[in-house]
């Protein structure tokens, strides 16, 4: 988004992004070990007409793997029409979910580049980073290089880059053909040290090569392939088709096939297909995509079949409906112990009457059973061993009784059963209540601060939690917010949650209508 799209007076930009990857998604690019979920968020903007403002914070939790937060601060100076030189303090924290790596904890580090912008066509730069302060368990960060972009002609472009510093000397290089005005190529080398987190830096480097071309205004196929070696060593192509009939709807298809090798020489060959399609309209918002996956090594061949669907209708300027349904069916030939399925359904209701907008509620009906693979580790380091199945009802609802003071609720109630075993055992029963008080300050402009309360009770342990949650938010328009916060207790308000590990910082995108 551009700032000044928001009713401030700065040319600035900034974004959000929020996703999620199931464990072992692939796509053009990507390669998906663990179930992993990431936000973030960066804005810039200049202070003066030479010097210009950045910050950006990130968060990545890998279910299994390793959880990372960090927050950038940088500056940069315009000293010419050549030279522009910027800085920038990074803080981050990483945790091992499984507790086997070393390379956890905190990091400071500091950053100084110099650009130099020799022509239309040429810019280079200069690189130093040094680690300030760090946990004893946690690795230096320390490198210099050097890098450069060549636009050679109006169809091909290089960029590339070496340094060398803790784990030894990486790079990475990289061009852009535009054959046509309907195909690009492109194709990339990287070597890099930092993808790993134990106390042993191992590089790793990853080939790709690629092609888009779009056929018509409505049709465009692509292709991929990817070389990589390190920690997780293999080839894979990808290949799909997207087409888009009408400005409204548009349909994909992708394959992909593979093989994979692990530090331990374990592989396995991996096919996927996956086909999904869009619609979008004034009143309607629809998206479904299923996916079969299959993945062969020596000791196990895996088949999976998932599909995720979302639907959203106004039925009226007062009511909106939400529904979704997503399912996974993970199959092992090893016997049903190492099964894994996933069913979630999701029906929602949002209530803002558009004579009297200064109340407004959502109820929502949420059905989850959940049996992780075998061999998934949880965030306390635990493997799959727990199978929920929980019927949530929730009702959310605010009322402004100022332009400036407003105050909420949510009350939250599970009907559900757990059980430890797989498939097998004891369903012993797990009901929970969950109740919040909200007050919410509109400061300046467009900033909110934000205070909770929050109890949960929880029936069966006879135990009863309490805390205080707070926030600030910034509007980007009237349709969404983001902001970020910090959760004093250990329980989150999604009461299909059992994990007591949401303490700790978040960032929030809310979307309004």
Request: aromatic share 6%.
């Given at each position: 988004f551009k700032i000044n799209d928001l009713g401030l007076d700065n040319p600035g930009r900034g974004g959000f992004y929020l996703q999620h990857?199931?464990?072992?998604?692939?796509?053009?690019?990507?390669?998906?070990?663990?179930?992993?979920?990431?936000?973030?968020t960066h804005l810039s903007a200049?202070?003066?007409?030479?010097?210009?403002?950045?910050?950006?914070?990130?968060?990545?939790?890998?279910?299994?793997?390793?959880?990372?937060?960090?927050?950038?601060?940088?500056?940069?100076?315009?000293l010419n029409s050549i030279w522009r030189i910027s800085s920038a303090l990074k803080n981050e924290h990483t945790k091992d979910d499984a507790g086997v790596n070393t390379n956890t904890g905190y990091r400071n580090d500091l950053a100084i580049q110099l650009d130099q912008k020799a022509s239309p066509d040429v810019s280079n730069y200069l690189f130093a980073q040094g680690t300030l302060s760090k946990s004893d368990a946690r690795r230096e960060n320390n490198r210099a290089g050097l890098g450069t972009r060549r636009q050679l002609s109006d169809r091909l472009s290089l960029n590339g880059e070496i340094s060398g510093g803790t784990g030894g000397l990486v790079g990475k290089a990289g061009s852009e053909f535009h054959v046509t005005d309907s195909t690009d190529l492109y194709l990339t080398y990287a070597l890099d040290t930092d993808r790993t987190h134990n106390s042993v830096t191992q590089p790793y480097g990853q080939f790709i090569s690629g092609a888009r071309t779009r056929y018509t205004d409505a049709v465009s196929i692509f292709g991929e392939a990817r070389v990589q070696h390190g920690d997780t060593s293999g080839v894979s192509q990808v290949y799909g088709v997207d087409y888009s009939p009408k400005d409204t709807w548009k349909l994909g298809l992708s394959f992909e096939t593979g093989e994979l090798e692990d530090q331990t020489g374990s592989k396995t060959d991996r096919s996927a297909a996956t086909i999904s399609m869009g619609l979008r309209n004034p009143s309607t918002r629809f998206g479904t995509a299923l996916e079969y996956r299959k993945d062969e090594t020596e000791a196990e061949t895996r088949t999976a079949w998932l599909t995720r669907n979302n639907l959203g209708y106004q039925l009226s300027p007062s009511w909106r409906s939400q529904f979704r349904l997503d399912l996974a069916f993970n199959e092992s030939d090893q016997g049903d112990y190492y099964n894994g399925d996933y069913t979630l359904a999701d029906i929602g209701m949002a209530y803002r009457p558009v004579d009297h907008d200064t109340w407004n509620a959502l109820f929502r009906y949420t059905y989850l059973e959940d049996l992780a693979p075998a061999d998934q580790i949880a965030n306390n380091g635990s493997t799959g061993n727990w199978q929920q199945r929980s019927h949530v009802l929730a009702l959310d609802t605010t009322y402004d009784l100022s332009l400036r003071w407003s105050i909420g609720g949510k009350y939250a109630i599970r009907v559900g059963e757990i059980r430890e075993g797989r498939e097998t055992g004891p369903w012993t029963t797990s009901h929970a209540q969950l109740v919040i008080g909200r007050l919410n300050w509109h400061l300046v402009r467009r900033w909110d601060l934000l205070a909770e309360g929050r109890v949960l009770m929880v029936e069966e342990a006879e135990d009863q939690r309490a805390g205080v949650l707070t926030a600030a938010h910034y509007h980007f328009g009237k349709h969404i917010k983001g902001g970020i916060g910090y959760n004093f207790t250990d329980f989150s308000d999604d009461l299909t949650d059992l994990d007591y590990d949401s303490r700790g910082w978040f960032l929030n995108i809310v979307g309004k209508y």
């Open positions: 990857r199931e464990d072992g998604f692939s796509a053009p690019g990507q390669l998906t070990l663990y179930d992993t979920s990431q936000i973030g200049p202070v003066t007409e030479s010097t210009e403002l950045s910050i950006k914070a990130d968060l990545t939790d890998e279910d299994g793997g390793y959880d990372t937060q960090s927050a950038e601060v940088g500056i940069s100076q315009q």
